[in-house]
Every structure is written in C-alpha cells, then in structure tokens.
C-alpha cells in the first residue's frame, strides 16, 4: 500500500478548548476544520487513541474506538476517515469506500479521501476511477506522491503521454521524489527508449544510493541495451542479499552466461526457479485474501510467505492483521514480536513482549525472547534481568545461561 494517508488527530486534541473564533474567521474554515475547533476533549481522546490503536496494528481495537468516537460526535469526519484507513489495511476494500463516501457526504473538500479512494480502485483494478479520484483530489490539492500515483493508473491504463505528464509534475513539485524518476524510467523502457530509461533511472539511484530495487532496475536496463560487464556490478549486489528476487536472479544468470561464466549462472537459474515458484505461492495467498479477507488463516499463510521471501516489513503488516481478528492468542502474539525483532524493530518487539507477558508472566520463552530483543537493542541490564527471569520458570535453560556467562565477561 502506498502513501495511505492518515488524519493527523494529535492537532485535533491540541485546539481543542481554544474556542471557535470569530464568526468571520469561521466561515473561511472547512467543515471539517469547524469540527476540530469544536469538538469534545472525550471525542478528541478517543479519536486520538483510535489512531495510536491502528499504528500499533490493532485494528481491531482502533475501530472500536471509532464506534466510542461516533456515540458522540457521529457526524464527524475525521472518524470515518480513519475507519476508511482501518478497513483498506484489513482489505476490506468495499467497506472502506463506504466509509471515505461518507466523510464526503459531510465535507465535500476533505483531504486525503480522494486520494485513498483512488489507491483503493487501483488495487482493484478500476484504474479510470483510481484516475477521476486523483484528479479530483488534485483539484484540491496537488502533491509530488498524488501525481505519481495519477502516473502510474495512466501508465497502467496505457496512456504514456498522460503518465509522462504526471510524473515530470510530480518532479517539479518535488525534484527529490526518487520514485517519480524510476517509474518514468520505467515509461521509457517501455516505450523502448533505453538511453531514456537509464538516464531517469540514474537519477533515481543518484537520490537512493543503497536502494536495492533502483539497482536491479538499472541493472537490468543495462542488461538488456547490452552492457553485460556494467549490469553484473549492479545485478550481484541484489542478487546476494535478495535470494528470493526471481528477476535479479535470472538476469544475473543472464549476464554471468553472456561473460562466460556459465557454471556460476546455473546456480542463479536454480534460485531464480525456486524465487519464482515462491511468489507464486504469495500471488496465490494474496488472492485468497481478496476473496475472503476476514480469513485469519489467510493472514497468517501471507505472512509466512513474505517472511520465506525476505519481504519483512510486508509480512509483519500481514501478520498484523492476523493478530488484530484475534488479539488474545499468545501464539500470534509472540510471533508478530519474533517477526518484529527479526526485521530489526527491537523496540516495537520489546513492546509486544511485554504486552504478552503482562497478560501471563509465567511463559519462559517469551522471557527469553524479550532478553534477546533487549540485547539486540543495547539494554544490557534489562536483557540480563528477562533471562534471569526465564531461569525461574524455566531452571533448565542452557542458552540462556550461555547469554548470561556472556553478559558477565563483557
């Protein structure tokens, strides 16, 4: 999902009890902007801890705040806002076109709602929608992310000169937006302009210098106008550290077989098989939770996945969703934390460890695996008290007296 807008409600709470204003300075507010001014510090809280609920990934609970928020302020459109954000991240695409219809129905000039809405059609495939919800958000306001969205449905529909427009807008707008330079590469190579298409792409990589998929982009438009020597230095990188990328595989086999190095190159032709039978899997996961969302099965099968992928930040948000249909399943608990800390969000896994715990000190293993998030975050002391504590549930743990004898020496 990209660029999900999300109501900023801490500005909310911070003008509530400032009064109204004059009745001049009032009529040059929105409908929307009326209702922050105005609003109940109670609303406001809920609202706000509705917000704080769904950056957490519960989603379950974000939305019951929202049904707080609505007891008392039902015509708000902040709050059917963020239902509308809640339901597209538990792809529930229908109901959360409902929801940004009614936040439209009561402020007509909304920002952000458009805009959603017209991500949502996206991924449904409904790409002249997607493109009517952009324009018309554009009409309110045009952003650098808002026209590189409107590129890429044009791009999709096959309308290039249209997408191209969009997309040196969405530059003018904002010369830093890396993406908007590779995806009008990207128009380029498809129109066959590869001197084009290398030249954006340069770009791109010129403002994301570690980024990985500019890399293999570039790699692979040098690949294919026959530059295999200075392909290979772009193509191994990705290749090593992404395993599961089925192009970055096979084009490097592609490239290793051209430079005569072809023993080496079958090993990239078996991994690049093995990648694309992967996301298979995942193309397939992915599309029975379209068909049935509310599926916990679904998530947690999506989840597993993208973590055999390597795509972590992609299989904690499924695993998220998981979690949120069945918040009080320790299981899942632990393993959105384990998944946490494994894509290298220590802090946000200490806070799901001991969540979990405060719901049942006794579990060893999620002692020991809190013990392991705070070493990995540098709280040596904090690491040292959760295994000591893993000992008293569980005397008989070898590798937690290892890590202890190791904390000790240091």
């Known amino acids: ?117 017209g991500l949502n059609a996206f991924r449904r495939g409904k790409l002249r929608d997607a493109i009517d919800y952009f324009q018309e958000e554009r009409a309110l306001e045009a952003t650098s992310d808002l026209l590189l969205e409107l590129g890429r449905a044009y791009a999709q529909l096959g309308e290039p000169d249209s997408a191209r427009m969009a997309y040196q807008d969405a530059i003018r707008l904002d010369s830093t937006n890396a993406t908007a330079y590779m995806w009008l590469g990207q128009l380029h190579e498809e129109l066959g302009d590869f001197d084009q298409a290398l030249a954006f792409s340069r770009q791109g990589l010129r403002l994301k210098p570690d980024n990985l998929d500019y890399k293999y982009v570039i790699g692979s438009l040098l690949f294919r106008s026959g530059q295999v020597e200075e392909a290979a230095g772009y193509l191994e990188p990705v290749a090593e550290k992404r395993l599961w ?112 715990l405060g719901l049942d000190s006794t579990l060893a293993d999620v002692w020991f695996q809190l013990g392991v998030a705070y070493a990995n975050a540098g709280h040596r002391e904090e690491a040292q008290a959760a295994w000591n504590k893993t000992l008293r549930y569980k005397p008989g743990h070898l590798l937690v007296r290892t890590y202890l004898r190791q904390l000790a020496d240091l």
């Open 1 to 117: 999902m990209r660029y999900l807008r999300i109501v900023h409600v801490l500005v909310l709470t911070l003008l509530v009890g400032q009064g109204c204003g004059s009745k001049s300075e009032q009529g040059a507010l929105s409908v929307t902007e009326q209702q922050r001014l105005s609003v109940e510090p109670k609303v406001a809280q809920f609202l706000l801890e509705a917000q704080q609920a769904y950056q957490r990934g519960a989603y379950g609970l974000a939305l019951a705040y929202t049904d707080s928020v609505e007891r008392f302020a039902p015509n708000l459109a902040d709050l059917h806002y963020l239902r509308g954000v809640v339901y597209t991240q538990l792809n529930q695409l229908p109901v959360a076109q409902a929801a940004y219809e009614t936040v439209l129905e009561i402020d007509p000039v909304y920002r952000g709602a458009r805009f959603n809405m």
């Open 245 to 356: 990328h089925h192009g970055a595989q096979y084009n490097l086999g592609q490239v290793l077989m051209r430079l005569g190095r072809e023993e080496e190159a079958q090993g990239y032709f078996a991994q690049a098989d093995s990648a694309q039978q992967l996301q298979q899997q995942i193309n397939e996961a992915q599309t029975a939770i379209n068909r049935d969302p509310e599926s916990l099965d679904n998530w947690v099968n999506l989840s597993l996945l993208l973590r055999k992928s390597e795509q972590y930040d992609l299989a904690v948000e499924a695993l998220k969703v998981a979690v949120s249909m069945e918040p009080t399943n320790l299981f899942l608990q632990s393993n959105l934390a384990l998944l946490l800390m494994e894509s290298g969000h220590s802090d946000a896994a200490i806070r799901r460890f001991q969540a979990i």
